[in-house]
């Protein structure tokens, strides 16, 4: 799919760069690619329908909320919600189809897929479509779950997923064990509230390189139990978090991989590669304890 740089993009729409960036830290829309040189490169169809709504609405929260009714596009969340509501699963193959035509599996997922499950959750009185959308993204990712090649690390990751079933957060749990699997490491899901024995097993026989919380709904008494077994069974492995999995109001030092599955693969190929935790983002300052002893998670290699 075309796609121009940033002055370019702005210059389209009738703003300054600065504003267009603005845009997208604000709105996340329009939500550009990354070039192997780190650069900005935006959609022309995303900026067009866009452009289009500015000149409707002259407001651009309201113009951002048109641009992705709307969903002008050969493949696009829009187009995927209309399948939802139509219970038209062919179509719902589609439309992912054509993206990955264009896209890459991993842009599909987080422009396409997560979006559209995203949008069909926000709706009253669609509580069928709903959970329509939700088992058939779980059946596509666990397809495409199958078609990745075996491991090319040796290090193994564990994702510690705390999410309901048929949740939002669910399909971002297994949107990353995608991203996380097709960047070539070992890796294993386990629930979040697992007896800590059973953990114990597991880790003796998987040796993680680090361990993820995900799926919103950790507490910092199962952070606790966790980072106990852990340090029982002598590993040294780092604990992170994935979009926020620590649903508490209390303070934490749990360094975060980001919101997105590709954010969290380049942080943990980060990790891996210098074996620093401290420059990874830290969403607070503070201990979690374990059995009434403090564990300073702030204090991770």
């Known amino acids: 799919m075309s796609g121009i740089r940033t002055n370019a993009a702005a210059e389209l729409l009738g703003v300054s760069p600065n ?3 603005s845009w997208e830290r604000r ?15 935006y959609e022309l169809v995303e900026l067009e329908a866009l452009r289009r709504a500015l000149l409707e609405t002259h407001n651009i929260s309201s113009a951002i ?26 179509d719902a193959d589609r439309v992912l189809e054509e993206s990955l035509s264009v896209r890459s599996v991993d842009r599909t997922v987080e422009e396409v897929l997560l979006p559209a499950i995203e949008l069909a959750e926000r709706r009253e009185g669609h509580e069928a479509e709903w959970e329509l959308a939700c088992r058939w993204a779980t059946g596509w990712l666990h397809a495409a779950r199958r078609v990745v090649p075996p491991a090319s690390r040796a290090q193994g990751i564990f994702l510690f997923d705390s999410s309901e079933r048929l949740d939002y957060e669910s399909l971002h749990v297994q949107a ?4 996380i699997r097709r960047a070539g490491f070992r890796l294993l899901v386990l629930s979040f509230d697992l007896p800590s024995e059973r953990v114990t097993r597991t880790m003796r026989a998987v040796e993680p390189t ?4 995900c799926g919103g709904e950790a507490t910092l008494e199962g952070l606790g139990r966790l980072v106990y077994t852990v340090r029982h069974v002598g590993s040294g492995a780092p604990v992170f978090e994935y979009r926020e999995a620590m649903a508490v109001a209390d ?13 969290a693969v380049e942080r943990l190929k ?32």
Do not use: C
């Not at 909320?65 to 062919?90: I, K, N, T, Y």
């Not at 680090?210 to 919380?213: D, K, S």
């Not at 990790?271 to 300073?296: C, H, I, K, N, S």
């Open 19 to 21: 504003t267009l960036r």
């Open 27 to 41: 709105f996340g829309h329009p939500r550009p690619r990354r070039t192997a040189g780190g650069h900005r490169q």
């Open 65 to 90: 909320e048109v641009a992705r009714l709307r969903g002008e596009g050969p493949s696009s969340s829009s187009r995927l919600v209309d399948a939802f509501d139509r219970f038209d699963e062919q």
């Open 176 to 179: 990353l064990e995608l991203a």
């Open 210 to 213: 680090a361990f993820v919380l």
């Open 251 to 263: 303070r934490h030092a749990i360094p975060s991989l980001g919101t997105t599955p590709t954010e």
């Open 270 to 301: 980060h990790y891996v590669d210098t074996g620093r935790v401290e420059q990874l983002p830290v969403l607070a300052g503070g201990e979690v304890t374990a059995g009434g002893a403090p564990v300073g998670l702030a204090a991770q290699r």
